[in-house]
């Protein structure tokens, strides 16, 4: 049993992109499937599939991008909030990951959203990870 699943979600992607894989499976929940749209939406996923296995237990099903040279886009994460130490923040604190090339991800009122979008939208929440 997983305690931190977006922990583990994006330690899957991590360790996929440092050995090239392009397919991941993870168990599935609806916070993971919104985190995984919010990262193709962001270019670091191609695809994002549920899929039901044995007609029961679900799986979400994501596809890493690669760029023209076959390098993975993700290069790489960092966990800021965890389950025993969680970091909410401000809009104003919502500042660019590597100089702009990566993105912080936040869960807001409003649902997933990127730093740019918080900014832009002028709202606070959980700071779950760092992208790049």
């Avoid at 923040?89 to 997933?112: D, M, N, Q």
Wanted: proline share 3%.
């Amino acid at each position: 049993m997983v305690s931190d699943r977006v922990g583990d979600f994006i330690v899957r992607l991590q360790n996929a992109a440092m050995i090239g894989k392009r397919d991941i499976a993870t168990p599935y929940s609806t916070h993971l499937e919104a985190i995984a749209k919010k990262l193709k939406e962001l270019g670091y996923l191609g695809t994002v599939e549920v899929k039901e296995k044995d007609g029961v237990k679900r799986l979400l099903m994501v596809t890493l991008s690669y760029d023209g040279q076959d390098r993975p886009k993700l290069r790489g994460v960092k966990r800021v909030s965890t389950p025993g130490r969680r970091l909410y923040a401000p809009r104003t604190e919502a500042h660019k990951v590597k100089g702009g090339l990566g993105a912080r991800v936040f869960s807001t009122s409003v649902g997933i959203l990127s730093d740019a979008q918080v900014r832009k939208q002028g709202i606070g929440g959980e700071a779950l990870f760092d992208i790049w």
